[in-house]
């Protein structure tokens, strides 16, 4: 599944990045990389995606994030 579908107070893991060579620098220069554990703060329609990583918050377009594929880590 994509980051976008992640529901409110969930934490993934990220498996895997896709996207040209801009977004794949700027997202990996952030700290998101693959298996990296995210916590989705926000996560409201037509609005920017708010996850915490590596003690860091970051807001990421909706758009991005369907390029940011995640397995979900079970409660």
Known sequence: ???????ENREA????IEGDTRFMSRITSI?????CKVNV???DKNRPI???SRDT???????????IMVEEVAV
């Open 57 to 67: 918050m970051i807001a990421l377009n909706r758009n991005e994030c369907k390029g």
């Open 31 to 35: 700290g998101l990389t693959p298996g």
């Open 41 to 43: 703060v926000k996560n």
């Open 50 to 52: 708010l996850v915490y």
């Open 1 to 7: 599944m994509s980051l976008s579908e992640v529901k």
């Open 13 to 16: 893991i990220i498996s895997s």
